[in-house]
């Protein structure tokens, strides 16, 4: 067995994030506060969006894109099952039925065509996830959900950094999610971000993270006169702290060389697995290009099946993960009578996800390739 120990992720945490988290809680603001400011403005900037909302986690972000939109009991939103699960717990989380749609077998992605074939007189949005980092088109979604009249909210948890037609895969959503969740390129610990270009909805938004306040406890803060603050609707508590945010600012700083480097040990990998038979690795669609958060590759005609390969992989020291999930296959999901998935049921079934961080050599990737060579000898 080999003594080689290679993780799937690693966050690229240095010591200007450890002097950055300090410098927070020397200042004596670990709440909400100036840094958290300073983060959404610039996170917003670099995604290519007006405004930007810090919240706790993508989760909660997705839960307050989806009542900024009204979303409630009765009404349907489809998500593409193919997702961490979060995208559709947030549906169940405002009463509402989430609908599962098929996704493109290459990205991965909800199509204008897999949302119409389960689109019902009760959807009201969707939730189209840019997976994996990869991002689904833009241009065809966005207008698709404007001619159907519904709501298209843009879960952008692996994006940063992506692009579509040019821009940063955020740039023109309505309403995008983001996560800064250690396995995505940037990461705040734990943490979110919601972005939208409309002023209104960004100030209820700040609104629906804070306990429904009509002024945060920042600016109650700095007043020099007290300042009665009114609740205007039933809310939550879904802030960052100025601990996280400071992190994140310095992720920030980082991110575009993050993505650079992933895509260059990505293209290594391309290279290498290319003289393998029966894996098809994750690449750029036509209309845009991936940051890579995950490198998958789909089995199709491999000699092993995922389980083994994912078995033999490990024995060798590869930590990789099985493909992304599917929540419809899940027992939180038993309930729902989804329509056919196949395309869903192949990618979760037959892929699995590669190492990919800014500490892996290219000794490592010859390793990872090497094993996946012998299992296709065998
Ligand atoms: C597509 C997608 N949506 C939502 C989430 C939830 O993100 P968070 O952990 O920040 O709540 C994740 C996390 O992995 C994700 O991959």
């Known amino acids: 067995m080999s ?3 290679i993780p799937v992720m690693i966050p690229m945490l240095g010591e200007e994030e450890a002097q950055a988290a300090a410098d927070a809680v020397r200042s004596g603001w670990v709440a909400q506060g100036p840094r958290v400011a300073r983060f959404e403005q610039e996170f917003a900037a670099t995604v290519g969006a007006q405004h930007g909302v810090a919240v706790s986690s993508c989760t909660t972000a997705l839960h307050l894109a989806l ?31 989430p609908v599962f749609a098929d996704v493109d077998l290459a990205t991965g992605n909800l199509t204008a065509e897999t949302i119409d074939a389960v689109r019902t007189a009760r959807t009201r949005s969707v939730i189209a996830v840019h997976q994996g980092g990869v991002p689904f ?40 999610a983001w996560s800064f969740h250690p396995r995505k390129l940037i990461t705040t610990g734990e943490g979110g971000m919601v972005t939208v270009d409309d002023a209104e909805w960004a100030t209820r938004l700040r609104r629906l993270r804070e306990h429904g306040m009509n002024v945060s406890a920042a600016d109650r803060h700095a007043s020099a006169q007290p300042v009665l603050e009114a609740y205007l609707e039933t809310a939550y508590n879904y802030r960052m702290t100025d601990i996280q945010a400071a992190v994140g600012l310095v992720q920030l700083g980082r991110l575009a ?52 390969v994912l078995a033999e992989l490990a024995a060798q020291g590869v930590s990789a993960r099985r493909g992304i999930m599917a929540a419809h296959l899940e027992p939180a999901y038993a309930d729902v009578t989804a329509g056919p998935l196949p395309v869903t049921e192949r990618l979760t079934r037959d892929s699995l996800i590669l190492p990919l961080h800014h500490a892996l050599t290219a000794d490592d990737q010859a390793h990872i390739v090497g094993v996946l060579r012998d299992l296709a000898r065998r």
């Open 67 to 97: 009542v900024l939109q009204g979303i409630g009991a009765g009404d349907e939103v489809v998500v593409p099952s193919l997702s961490f699960i979060a995208t559709a717990n947030a549906v169940r989380y405002v009463g509402a039925t």
């Open 257 to 308: 060389g993050l993505v650079a480097q992933r895509r260059e040990l990505a293209a290594r990998y391309h290279e290498l697995l290319a003289e393998i038979d029966g894996l098809v690795p994750v690449r750029d669609p036509a209309y845009g290009q991936t940051n890579y958060q995950s490198f998958w590759v789909l089995l199709d005609g491999f000699g092993a099946a995922r389980d083994e």
């Open 137 to 176: 088109d833009t241009a065809a979604l966005r207008k698709a959900a404007d001619g159907w009249g519904i709501g298209l909210v843009e879960d952008a948890a692996c994006a940063a950094g992506s692009t579509a037609y040019g821009q940063p895969a955020g740039a023109g959503a309505r309403i995008a």
């Open 3 to 5: 003594q080689r120990k």
